[in-house]
């Protein structure tokens, strides 16, 4: 399994949609996420304040999330074992078919509970990711600053990870960067194959 992750506003959908265009299939743990969590879900977990109807208040949801450790991690022990089992059932079924993928897991350090061969991690400073935040999600500093906060800093991620994708400048530059990964995972793979 080849994993993805970044942080929030670091530009892993952008990246994973230059992915699509070189043939991979991207399985999306956010996307799978949503739909296991539903209103039902969240009215247990926090309470009804947090629904309208059948749909999840993401807004309130998301500030009391990014405000309370507790709270997030309630959440995160109820979906990250449901998410893995999911992500597990795409993955063995893709490698059947012999489908190229990518899993796309935002938290995947935070997690820490996947089997990968490689992680790439989506990188840009976290000062640009805040800014990034602020312009997308229309959020002040201080509450941009609180959803970079809630997750292991990027810097330790870039650590962690086993390849680098720069997306600290614009969409042409993150395309080259995507062209120079693919050129690594092609060796990676002639590698691998020669000594296994």
Known sequence: MIVLTGSIATGKSSTCKILKKHGFTVVDADEIAKKLIDAKVIKKLFGSKYVNGNEIDRKALGNLIFNNSDKREMLNSYIHPLIREEIYKQVLSLEVKKIKYIVDIPLYFESAQYDAKMVILVYCPKELQIKRLMSRDGLNYHDALIRVNS???????????DYIIDNSSNEIHLESEVEKFMVYLT??????SRFS
Do not use: G
């Open 151 to 161: 997750q292991m800093n990027i810097e330790e991620k870039k650590r962690k990870a």
């Open 187 to 192: 060796h990676f793979f002639l590698e691998k």
